[in-house]
Structures are given as C-alpha cells and as structure tokens.
C-alpha cells in the first residue's frame, strides 16, 4: 500500500453517490449489514463506487474506479426488518486494486483524490443554476433534500447526479477535478440533450 492510500469496503450501488450529498440506503444483504455494523462499530466509513455492469444484489458488480467516501450520518431498523441508513458523500477516490472477501464483501485500495476548488458559480452558469433549482421542486428530487448549490463544484456534482445521462457520462463528469470545466461540460451536454 502507497503512503496517499487506504483500504476501504466497496458498496457498489446504480445511484450516483456525488460529494456533500446525503443519500437513503436500504441495508438487507448479509454482506453489506456486516459492513454497516463494521462502520457503526468502529466510527469509520466506507466506499460508494458506481456499477459498470451487474446489479446492487447477488453476483459481484463490475465497478468503475471512481468513487466517494460515505459516512453513516443516520440509521434504523425499518419495520420489514431492513435496516435503513442515510450517508453523506464525502471526498472522492480512485481504486487502485480490490479483493474480496468470503462473504463477496469487496474490499479495496484506493488514493483520495485533491480536493476541488471551492470556487463560486461563474455567472455564465446562470442557467445551469436555474435548472438545479427547478429540478429542485421535482418531488422525487425532493426526497434527496439537495442544499442549494453555493459553489461551481456543488453545482457541478449535483447536476451529474440528477440529469438523465448515462452512467459513463456521470463517472466521467465526477472524474473531472476543475469544478469550471465541468460546468462546461454540463452545459455541452444540456445542449445536445435540448437538440434530441
């Protein structure tokens, strides 16, 4: 293991899981409950890395190498008997190897990557914002209760999350370590999207 690395569990999920975001899991696999009550236990998180091909439950997913730090900021025992928790993303990591364990509980290695500039929203992204907000009043979306975006990064990640765009194109988005150039990106995107 390098000096900038760390061994973390893996919670392959299909939902993007972005930075400063708070997102509701449902805990009913054997794995994954001894991974909560690990964290729980020990004070510690564990990482959320989007699944390239394959499924939350079952057989092993085959996951991109791209992921975010969550920390359990809630939990309770839902009335079906599943355990309901809610994690906050933190920051962001590559994987560099994983293994896994008897119960096909993955572990990894992984490098944090720097954080990003906390840098305000340029107001060419004006739009961009007034967008988010509107998503915002989606009830669906509400369920998430986003914060308002303060900053190009935040607006950056939760946008890659929320617009209707492949998995490939959020991992890559999330990817991007220039809050502005993401921005961008987005904007390309939002573009295309209008001509479809």
């Not at 930075?19 to 690990?38: H, S």
């Not at 944090?112 to 979306?141: K, R």
Request: overall charge negative.
């Amino acid at each position: 293991m390098n000096a900038m690395s760390e061994n973390l569990p893996l919670f392959p999920l299909n939902t993007l899981l972005v930075p400063e975001m708070v997102l509701p899991l449902q805990i009913f696999e054997q794995r994954y409950l001894r991974l909560i009550k690990d964290c729980l236990k020990n004070n510690v998180g564990f990482g959320v890395v989007p699944i390239r091909d394959g499924h939350e439950v079952g057989q092993v997913a085959m996951i991109y190498d791209i992921g975010v730090h969550a920390e359990i900021v809630d939990w309770s025992q839902g009335e079906n008997g599943l355990l309901n928790i809610k994690v906050a993303g933190g920051r962001k990591f590559k994987v560099l190897k994983t293994s896994l364990e008897d119960d096909q509980l993955m572990q990894s290695e992984v490098e944090y990557l720097p954080e990003e500039a906390d840098d305000s929203i340029p107001s060419e992204f004006d739009g961009l914002n007034e967008m988010y907000d509107t998503l915002c009043d989606h009830p669906q979306v509400q369920i998430l209760n986003l914060p308002k975006a303060i900053s190009a990064r935040q607006l950056g990640w939760f946008l890659s999350m929320l617009l209707p765009i492949n998995r490939a194109q959020q991992v890559d988005l999330l990817k991007m370590q220039a809050p502005v150039e993401r921005l961008e990106a987005l904007a390309d995107i939002i573009d295309r999207l209008g001509q479809d």
